[in-house]
T-cell receptor
């Protein structure tokens, strides 16, 4: 069974702090990794994706990937109350540069940013 | 900014009835997907579709389900005989160059 595991939380951080969200996956054939944000009752919204080991930064968000440890994380700097949502980790077996591959999602981590 | 659209936003049906959920993917995307999310559970893959045929399907996607691209813009999911356990949010997605998948707003299906 190919699994994606996340700490369900809730993770509570004060406004302005760094929120750190973690994800592990079991399928060593996974090639691409995605972070989505999902507000209650809404659809998943893509935050960012990463293919290569290391860090990838986009604004206040940084994704980190370590394929040897089968671990991917998302850092949110200067957290805002509007960042309060469920963060979904998703993985795919497709090779980077191709346009196909189902996503396998984790359960999600609930993040609460309090003023 | 281009987005995936879905209709209806909410569908209520009786057990055993057929439903069709509709999606309009992002216009220059070539790969389309259906996922579902039962309340409080993970987002689950149902089926992927490329070049007018199914690329991959999950165990959930049994003979009661079918997908179709009836014209150049719409992508549909049909459930032939709904069951109570089909009640869920159904999301359509389409992917770009790097398999980044953009989700529509979803259809909430309630089977009574």
């Amino acid at each position: 069974q190919k699994e994606v595991e996340q700490n369900s939380g809730p993770l509570s951080v004060p406004e302005g702090a760094i929120a750190s969200l973690n994800c592990t996956y079991s399928d060593r054939g996974s090639q691409s990794f995605f972070w989505y944000r999902q507000y209650s009752g809404k659809s998943p919204e893509l935050i960012m994706f990463i293919y290569s080991n290391g860090d990838k930064e986009d604004g206040r968000f940084t994704a980190q990937l370590n394929k040897a440890s089968q671990y991917v994380s998302l850092l949110i700097r200067d957290s805002q109350p509007s960042d309060s949502a469920t963060y979904l980790c998703a993985v795919s077996r497709n090779a980077g540069g191709t346009s196909y591959g189902k996503l396998t999602f984790g359960q999600g981590t609930i993040l609460t940013v309090h003023p | 900014e281009p987005e995936v659209t879905q209709t209806p936003s909410h569908q209520v049906t009786q057990m055993g009835q057929e439903v069709i959920l509709r999606c309009v993917p992002i216009s220059n995307h070539l790969y389309f997907y259906w996922y579902r999310q039962i309340l409080g559970q993970k987002v689950e893959f149902l089926v992927s579709f490329y070049n007018n045929e199914i690329s991959e399907k999950s165990e959930i996607f049994d003979d009661q389900f079918s997908v179709e691209r009836p014209d150049g813009s719409n992508f549909t999911l049909k459930i032939r005989s709904t069951k109570l356990e089909d009640s869920a949010m159904y999301f359509c997605a389409s992917s770009g160059l790097f398999n980044e998948q953009f989700f529509g707003p979803g259809t909430r299906l309630t089977v009574l």
